[in-house]
Every structure is written in C-alpha cells, then in structure tokens.
C-alpha cells in the first residue's frame, strides 16, 4: 500500500495544502538565562550551581538577580528555589 489510501506515492507533505510555500524559520532571540553560583543558597551549603533568569535595580539603586536552583530543605528531599538575591551573592565562576 504505497502512498497510503490514494496518494498515489506523493510523501504526505507534498499532499498538504501550501506545500509549494516555504516555511520560515522563527526568529530566535540570544537566551537571557544564565549560568551562576549562589553564595549563600537557602539550605545553608557553601554555594548551589543555579540559573540567573534577570536583574532589577532596587530603589536604593542596588542590583538584584532572579534565581533559581536545587536546594537540599530536608535529609534527601530537595526543592526548586527561586528567589531574588543581591548582586553580592551571584557569582560567574565557582566560588
């Protein structure tokens, strides 16, 4: 049963309405997120590898970044965090 039910051999997509049309590709935009290190995650290690997501700037003029990473709350149960932390905390390269 080549072609499938009268197809008459054409693949399906050269079947399909507008299959002479060209699809255009989506315009994709660098990703924002960012790999850091949390300095002082919420379950108290040293430091958690985390996603810096954005920044914002405070009233009081100081840099804020929104993260996300695993953090250990309780022996062997461990929980996504996301929180904003000061600039101070976030670092680029393992502490």
Do not use: N
């Not at 989506?26 to 997501?53: I, M, N, S």
């Not at 003029?61 to 600039?87: D, F, I, M, N, Q």
Request: glycine share 12%; charged share 20%; hydrophobic share 35%.
């Amino acid at each position: 049963m080549a072609g499938g039910f009268g197809g008459k051999g054409l693949p399906l997509h050269a079947r399909s309405r507008g299959a002479q049309e060209q699809p255009t590709p989506p315009v994709t935009a660098p990703c924002p997120v960012k790999h850091c290190w949390v300095k002082a995650p919420v379950d108290g290690a040293a430091a958690r590898p985390g996603l810096l997501l954005e920044w914002r700037r405070t009233s009081d003029g100081r840099w804020e970044g929104r993260v996300s990473y695993a953090a250990e709350l309780r022996p062997g149960r461990w929980v996504t965090v996301e929180e904003w932390l000061g600039a101070e905390l976030l670092s680029t390269a393992q502490p």
